[in-house]
């Protein structure tokens, strides 16, 4: 998965399609993850002693890695990641304007 916590992404795909933001979570052997913004569900917890009237939670969902993509801020357009090495380190590089990536 080229994707990883604290990127910056774009939805390219689903009923979120064009959003902007960041991964909060990622799940590599679910290939799914969490960016802050996108992908709101509503959880409804039961009453409990604690709790007694219940209550309705919004969280973010996970989404597939393959429904986002790198978003790149100086071609203002979404990107691909590439590799490239330096000083004998792998380093992820934007595709669509060669920067590096965190």
């Known amino acids: 998965m080229k ?16 959003k902007i933001g960041t991964v909060q979570k990622a799940f590599p052997k679910l290939n799914r993850v969490v960016v802050d913004g996108v992908h709101l569900v509503t959880k409804h917890q039961k009453p409990t002693q604690k709790n007694p009237e219940g209550s309705r939670v919004e969280l973010y969902a996970p989404i597939h ?38």
Request: hydrophobic share 35%; no cysteine; glycine share 10%.
């Open 65 to 102: 890695v393959s429904n986002v993509a790198i978003y790149d801020e100086k071609a203002k357009k979404a990107s691909r990641v590439g590799y490239v090495f330096e000083n004998g380190k792998k380093v992820r590089v934007s595709k669509a304007s060669k920067t590096k990536l965190n």
């Open 3 to 18: 994707i990883k916590k604290g990127d910056r992404v774009i939805v390219i795909a689903g009923a979120d399609k064009g």
